[in-house]
T-cell receptor, first 114, second 109 residues
Framework: DVKVTQSSRYLVKRTGEKVFLECVQD?????MFWYRQDPGLGLRLIYF???????EKGDIPEGYSVSREKKERFSLILESASTNQTSMYLC???FGTGAVQPQHFGDGTRLSIL | GQNIDQPTEMTATEGAIVQINCTYQ??????LFWYQQHAGEAPTFLSY??LDGLEEKGRFSSFLSRSKGYSYLLLKELQMKDSASYLC??????????WGAGTKLIIKP
């Protein structure tokens, strides 16, 4: 079974802090994704990566950056946290070659910025 | 623009059948996914359709009509554990997923 593990289920930070959200997958997937999920909205893609050290902006990258130094790990960084970044953050991974593959998700990190 | 529409909330009775509809408008189309998400948990993959027609997987079936930009998820013999949100997502021409806001399904005894 694919396992996508996010480092924290709940996190509370203060405005202006630099925040790190970590995600690790154990299935040797090439693709990794970061989404945020807010009530009444579909999942919105922040950043994704198709390979180590490679990153692409999604639909809402402003205020965020990412790092992928190892294939299994994809980190999301909030450079200077703001209250409008309070949200549920979901990490996902998938195989990158061959036929279309489903994304597998972690349990999410519920982040509150005070 | 790209858009996915699905009902916000539906209610059904245990043992019954429910159909959750999804309409999509995307730049190109490479298939449609359905995911289930229980409250506070990760979305889990249910189905993927790229060709027209119905695909059945046990109590769950998914239908696609590419010409109408329409899909539905059919859940039979509903159980209390089926209470969850159901997310529809279309794969566009760049192989990016466009997500609907999800349909919260409430099952009553």
């Amino acid at each position: 079974d694919v396992k996508v593990t996010q480092s924290s289920r709940y996190l509370v930070k203060r405005t202006g802090e630099k925040v790190f959200l970590e995600c690790v997958q154990d299935m040797d997937h090439e693709n990794m994704f970061w989404y945020r999920q807010d009530p009444g909205l579909g999942l919105r893609l922040i950043y994704f990566s198709y390979d180590v050290k490679m990153k692409e902006k999604g639909d809402i990258p402003e205020g965020y950056s990412v790092s992928r130094e190892k294939k299994e790990r994809f980190s999301l960084i909030l450079e200077s946290a703001s209250t409008n970044q309070t949200s549920m953050y979901l990490c996902a991974s998938s195989f990158g070659t061959g036929a279309v593959q489903p994304q597998h998700f972690g349990d999410g990190t519920r982040l509150s910025i005070l | 623009g790209q858009n996915i529409d699905q009902p916000t909330e539906m209610t059904a009775t245990e043992g019954a059948i429910v159909q959750i509809n999804c309409t999509y408008q995307t730049s190109g189309f490479n298939g449609l996914f359905w995911y289930q998400q229980h409250a506070g948990e990760a979305p889990t993959f249910l189905s993927y359709n790229v060709l027209d027609g119905l695909e059945e997987k046990g109590r769950f079936s998914s239908f696609l009509s590419r010409s109408k930009g329409y899909s539905y998820l059919l859940l039979k013999e509903l159980q209390m554990k089926d209470s969850a949100s159901y997310l529809c997502a279309a794969l566009d021409s760049n192989y990016q997923l466009i997500w609907g806001a999800g349909t919260k399904l409430i099952i009553k005894p």
